[in-house]
């Protein structure tokens, strides 16, 4: 198989496992949507998940994974399974004493934590304190989920990417159970949701481990030789400080905004959490998934010194990724009414709610595009071990996001906040293709921007078409009726994914004739055998 059939098969195989994931999680968020509404205790419950959500990225699926992979892959193609094995080993005693140290401060710190991130709360005694409770339950996520990104890496090392990419469906798993049989029994229902947190991330960690065992990795070590400060741990750690300083710089975007609509009317912290969980859905499913799949080959690559390759796996995993992600895109901005009011509108989460959501969700998907081209960019420069500039262009990002946002929440609410949130993604996006260009010498731009405008002709013909079928039925400003609101927005998609095709075949989009030819060559393989 192609390197380009490779990068496009793991992709592929992610991404239908984080849609199964992600499907979970909607079902999840509409269980908790229907207990809790976008009430106060919501509120409380969003904020003190942002915590271990936030070190998640810092020190589990985010940083770790971008610095492991890399040296990992270096380890195994330059030095063999068994040396790979060591880091692996040495890394995994690392999480279990750095990161344990972490939760037990975290639960300890709880209340002087929320105070700086929530302080809108500081106003609401009891808010407050509910808010600092959950965070003392879901503390100990970190560790489990830290665990989970070791396994996944070593994995994904291995070209191994359907079971970790589907083990966060276990953590939802966990949820909907933890919901359903905890709730009604418990003095505080939304402890239910936070128990099913923590026990998810240690279920996600376990659902791996089978694989990971049968690639004849180790957790602990077979002999006392340094393993705890193996060289590779050491590479991975001088990479992972400037990567964890770039992620902490786009988390502190996400916690400005959480200050501030603190500050602004009951339930806009809800509405943007809503709103930031359906753009995550092709954020997920396609950016984070190619992102993941792509970083091994460009790591091998940039190993071997085969700077050629690497460019041309770069460019086709951009290209393709802009022509899945934009229409889904386009397709959130013209269905978000029908869109939120399907998942979410029941129970205490009325058409206000569902309003408030949908507002946010049209402003945070203008950044979809430049939020899904960031994971390929950074991980381009991440398979280069370059963990600097992707630092750099976060903190002028965090800056532009700070300035927009206190531009923006005047006259728009909740609504300004998302969108600062998509204009500094965009200039992320911008300055980091720029760098990468100059870095490369050269990485076919005029390639990349023709196949984009082809993609988002193709897109506003499909958004338009979309919008214009959804916009004569009055029952999404109503609650119930989730059957035929279901079954109505999902024809539309259909129809709506019938016209971005046949408008990208009509305008030769070169990420439509490869997905044919590639869907006729199986069929030409599967008619030989």
Not at 362 to 378: D, H, N, Q
Not at 489 to 514: D, N, P, R, W
Request: contains cysteine; proline residues 4%.
């Amino acid at each position: 198989m192609s390197a380009k059939g490779r990068i496009a098969r793991a992709a592929g195989l992610m991404s239908v496992a984080t849609f199964i994931s992600r499907i979970l999680g909607y079902i999840r968020d509409m269980i908790v949507a229907g207990y809790f509404g976008a009430t106060g205790t919501a509120d409380a419950f969003y904020v003190a998940s942002r915590i271990p959500n936030l070190l998640r990225d810092l020190f589990a699926e985010g940083a770790t994974s971008s610095a492991f992979v890399p040296v990992l892959t270096e380890y195994q193609t330059s030095y063999g399974e068994d040396e790979a094995n060591k880091v692996v080993t040495s890394t995994f005693l690392f999480i279990v004493v750095v990161v344990g140290l972490i939760c037990l401060a975290g639960v300890i710190l709880a209340p002087a934590i929320v105070a700086v991130i929530a302080p809108g709360f500081l106003k609401n005694p009891q808010k407050l304190s509910e808010t600092i409770f959950l965070t003392r339950i879901m503390f100990p996520f970190l560790f489990f989920i830290s665990l989970a990104s070791l396994t996944m890496g070593a994995l994904n090392t291995r070209r191994v990417f359907f079971v970790p990419a589907l083990a966060p469906a276990m953590l939802n798993v966990a949820n909907i159970l933890c919901i359903i049989m905890l709730a009604d029994r418990l003095e505080n229902p939304i402890v239910a949701v936070a128990i099913g947190f923590v026990a998810g991330g240690l279920i996600q960690f376990a659902f791996q481990l089978p694989s990971f065992f049968r690639q004849r990795y180790t957790l602990l070590p077979s002999s006392r030789d340094h393993v705890f400060w193996h060289p590779g741990l050491k590479k991975i750690g001088r990479l992972v400080i400037p990567i964890t300083a770039g992620l902490a710089i786009t988390q502190i975007n996400i916690f400005i905004s959480t200050i501030l609509a603190s500050n602004l009317p009951e339930g806009s912290i809800t509405y943007l959490y809503y709103a930031m969980r359906l753009i995550h859905f092709p954020i997920g499913i396609f950016g984070v998934a190619m992102g993941m799949a792509v970083l091994p080959a460009l790591s091998e690559h940039s190993v071997k010194g085969e700077r050629g390759k690497l460019k041309e796996d770069f460019s086709f995993a951009l290209r393709l990724l802009f022509f899945i992600t934009v229409p889904a895109m386009i397709g959130l901005i013209a269905l978000r009414f029908p869109i939120v009011s399907t998942l979410y509108q029941r129970g205490k989460f009325g058409a206000a709610a569902t309003l408030g959501t949908a507002d946010a969700l049209m402003f945070y998907s203008v950044g979809i595009w430049a939020m899904v081209g960031v994971r390929v960019i950074s991980a381009t420069f991440y398979s280069m071990q370059d963990t600097r500039t992707p630092v750099v262009v976060a903190g002028v990002t965090m800056v532009i996001n700070v300035l927009l946002s206190l531009l923006l929440m005047g006259p728009l609410k909740h609504g300004g906040l998302a969108l600062a949130n998509a204009l500094a993604a965009s200039c992320n996006f911008t300055m980091l293709f720029f760098f990468l260009r100059r870095k490369l010498g050269g990485i076919g731009t005029g390639r990349i921007v023709l196949s984009f405008i082809k993609t988002l002709c193709a897109s506003a013909v499909m958004g338009l078409a979309g919008w214009y079928l959804a916009r004569y039925t009055a029952v999404w400003t109503s609650g119930g009726q989730g059957l035929f609101k279901a079954t109505y927005l999902g024809a539309t998609m259909f129809f709506c994914l019938i016209i971005y095709a046949a408008t990208a075949y009509v305008m030769k989009s070169e990420e439509m004739v490869y997905i044919i030819d590639k869907v006729k060559s199986k069929k030409r393989s599967e008619h030989d055998r």
